[in-house]
């Protein structure tokens, strides 16, 4: 079975740009997490999604979005990019919604801001 | 939620077993013991997951006493490939939400020649 594949895996914006990242989750799975990983901070929880309703979302800002779609695919979207948002964003997949404790990541996507 | 103690950092030699602590001492009777494992710039990835005794896989073993406190994840003869950080994490497996998991600072092993 294909594991949790992420799209791009390396992207270099400017700040003030949009990115765009995707997230194809594994066969059958239905719940879809995203995180941004930094040095300084850790893995940080950004947004949950099951069956394309978004669950809960973390301590970010607004400029953070996301949205999941009827084949559980999901993206996330962050608006005017600022030097901070440079992290490993990763996504994870989970069988059912309660299975958090159980999920499976991406190789993630590497955002540079420049 | 369970806040859990590990150690910051680990080495090791190839060949040998290695052993990583987790505390978790106001463990709630619902909670379960996870650990992951990841690898530089590449996802977290679910080792084993435990509720009491010992569990096996053919990644890894979890012992968890009787008081269930504590977790000791044993790696059998390690190799340089399991160089990586370990995360422990104590919750709620059929909680709802995903928001509520906190990875930590994890401990990073380092395996040597």
């Known amino acids: 079975k294909a594991g949790v594949t992420q799209t791009p895996r390396y992207l270099i914006k400017t700040r003030g740009q949009q990115v765009t990242l995707s997230c194809s989750p594994i066969s059958g799975h239905r719940s879809v997490s995203w995180y941004q990983q930094t040095p300084g901070q850790g893995l940080q929880f950004l947004f949950e999604?099951?069956?394309?309703?978004?669950?809960n979302k973390g301590n970010f800002p607004g400029r953070f979005s996301g949205r999941q779609f009827s084949n559980s695919r999901s993206e996330m979207n962050v608006s005017t990019l600022e030097l901070g948002d440079s992290a490993l964003y990763l996504c994870?997949?989970?069988?059912?919604?309660?299975?958090?404790?159980?999920?499976?990541f991406g190789p993630g996507t590497r955002l540079t801001v420049t | 939620l369970a806040k859990t103690t590990q150690p910051i950092s680990m080495d090791s030699y190839e060949g040998q077993e290695v052993n990583i602590t987790c505390s978790h001492n106001?463990?709630?009777?619902?909670?379960?013991i996870t650990w992951y494992q990841q690898f530089p710039s590449q996802g977290p990835r679910f080792i084993i997951q435990?509720?009491?005794t010992k569990v096996t896989n053919e990644v890894a073993s979890l012992f968890i006493p009787a008081d269930r406190k504590s977790s000791t994840l044993s790696l059998p003869r390690v190799s340089l490939s399991d160089t990586a950080v370990y995360y422990c994490?104590?919750?709620?497996?059929?909680?709802?939400?995903?928001?509520?998991?906190?990875f930590g600072s994890g401990t990073r092993l380092s395996i040597r020649p």
């Open positions: 994870a997949s989970s069988f059912r919604q309660e299975r958090f404790y159980e999920q499976y």
């Open positions: 106001n463990i709630a009777t619902n909670d379960y």
């Open positions: 999604y099951f069956s394309e309703t978004q669950r």
């Open positions: 435990g509720y009491k």
């Open positions: 994490l104590v919750g709620d497996p059929w909680y709802s939400s995903a928001s509520k998991i906190i």
